[in-house]
């Protein structure tokens, strides 16, 4: 066996010897291009550390046959140039590979969530179409501060924006703007368009962001707007259809929702701090179509306030029930029976005294519809105010109330007007949007969630925010202005904008601890 195994040895090599010395053949070679990416110069680094939605700056140079490459344009029947980013590590939630620069320098924001992640720089010779790469580690942490989010529309889907300046955080020298972080932190926006967003104090420690879409619902992370809480999450047991109507939640640490036209509760205050609870199963009741609303001051005595738009009246969830109620019967001296409005609701906020102020209207007039719900359930309507003289008020689309002075700021059309509603007379006109613009919403900076809002917010109730909308070149504008909090009047020589937004829908504080 072993001569055999030598023997076959020998004739295969004789064999190939054979082929060797018949191969004449004639072959032409062509020397490569030679590309090099020389990362050696000062500041060049083989990992780098950012924030998230930091810009990232790497300055290599490329060679070519020993030439430095001065510019994209200077090669480009030559050289392609691809900065991308992809994960370092396996398991966990699986990230897109994205593409950051087509540039030699890269010079790019870094949207991708906390992590490890590769930043990798392909030169592909577009002859031969072989790759140059080299690699870099990237660490990204989080740092979504304390901000005003700004919910908004964009192509029919739901995104967020974060406003970061001095007004909304103390000690920002640099102010900073975030766009769409709904889809950067989960790789699409929630789809249909907004309804709601609240950074819910009721679990008080985990804190999550509420952001609601007409078809989707999600509770996210709010250092990085990553949703931890997917819709079915959010519910003991989560309805199979997602028409979402509203989401929000109060000062006594409770959420609610409506899904379907039916209402979901869950109460944080006897629960703990973070979200171990959540929204039940849909409660009982007899009621027509519910508006898309809820207060964020009513106290402990109920669930939820709710308004039936069908039969234009306040309906409530008392505490630990398990249907949606009428109201009892009021009290003679109330200023009007919350259990039979009959008014068609246009807009509403909470204000002075932990009051709902609601702007309403029938064919004979509109006003302003002063409620309270933080005490007995059979005094709740304080009083009924004539705002029919009020310029814009047949047009309205935004209300914003004072917490400390007696005012409403309310948005028609391209105006902004302020009613001070204990002086007798009609409203004012208190700033006008640019030509072309509509105003959509008006905030005054406040969270009703009181020791937040003392503890971090720097200037409540000293700044309002006006949000506008240019149809024809689709695009959302913020401005922002230091207020009077006693007068309202506002000081238009302290204007900030901000842009690249979708239609405005709200605007809300957040907070990081």
Wanted: with cysteine; charged share 20%; aromatic share 10%.
């Amino acid at each position: 066996m072993k001569k055999l195994s030598f023997l076959t040895g020998v004739i295969a090599l004789l064999l190939v010897v054979q082929g060797c010395y018949k191969d004449k053949g004639n072959y032409d070679y062509t020397a490569l291009d030679e590309v090099r990416i020389d990362t050696a110069e000062a500041g060049i680094l083989p990992a780098y550390a950012v924030y998230r939605y930091d810009t990232l700056r790497i300055e290599p140079k490329v060679f070519l046959n020993g030439s430095l490459v001065a510019s994209e344009a200077q090669v480009s029947d030559k050289l392609s140039f691809t900065w991308s980013i992809f994960q370092a590590t396996v398991g966990g939630p699986i990230q897109s590979r994205d593409t950051l620069s087509n540039t030699i320098r890269l010079k790019a924001p870094i949207t991708k969530p906390a992590g490890k992640w590769i930043v990798h720089l392909a030169v592909k010779d577009l002859v031969t179409q072989v790759e140059t790469y080299q690699r870099f580690n990237l660490d990204v942490s989080e740092v979504l501060s304390d901000g005003w989010m700004v919910l908004y529309e964009r192509e029919g889907n739901t995104d967020v924006g974060l406003i970061v300046d001095d007004r909304t955080k103390t000690g920002v020298v640099t102010p900073r703007l975030f766009l769409d972080l709904i889809r950067s932190g989960n790789e699409a926006p929630l789809e249909g368009k907004p309804v709601a967003m609240l950074h819910s104090a009721a679990p008080l420690s985990s804190a999550q962001v509420l952001v609601a879409s007409e078809k989707d619902m999600v509770g996210v992370e709010r250092s990085s707007f990553q949703a931890t809480f997917k819709f079915n999450d959010l519910f003991w047991s989560a309805p199979a259809e997602r028409n979402v109507g509203f989401v929000g939640g109060t000062l006594v640490r409770k959420e609610m929702a409506i899904v379907n036209n039916r209402v979901h509760v869950v109460n944080f205050a006897s629960s703990g701090l973070f979200r171990t609870n959540k929204l039940g199963v849909e409660l009982n009741g007899e009621y027509g179509e519910l508006e898309k609303w809820s207060t964020v001051c009513y106290g402990a005595a109920y669930d939820a306030v709710l308004y039936d738009k069908t039969n234009k009246k306040f309906k409530y969830v008392p505490s630990n029930g398990t249907a949606v109620m009428d109201f009892p019967t009021q009290l003679p001296t109330t200023g009007f029976n919350v259990g039979n409005v009959g008014l068609d609701l246009k807009a509403s906020d909470w204000g002075l005294t932990n009051y709902e102020y609601s702007m309403m209207s029938d064919n004979a007039g509109t006003y302003l519809m002063v409620s309270n719900f933080m005490g007995v359930n059979t005094n709740v309507g304080l009083r009924k105010i004539d705002m029919s003289t009020s310029p814009g008020v047949n047009n309205v689309t935004t209300l914003s109330a004072a917490a400390t002075g007696q005012f409403v700021l309310y948005g028609s059309g391209s105006n902004v007007y302020i009613f001070k509603y204990n002086t007798n007379l009609p409203a004012e006109m208190a700033w006008t949007a640019p030509a072309g613009e509509q105003v959509t919403c008006v905030r005054l900076q406040k969270f009703y969630f009181p020791s937040i809002q003392a503890s971090l917010l720097p200037l409540p109730h000293q700044v309002v925010y006006i949000a506008t909308w240019n149809e024809t070149a689709k695009q959302g504008k913020v401005y922002s202005f230091r207020i009077d909090p006693s007068s309202g009047a506002i000081n238009t020589a302290t204007e900030r904008v901000t842009e690249g937004y979708g239609k405005v829908k709200d605007m809300s504080y957040k907070w990081n601890l």
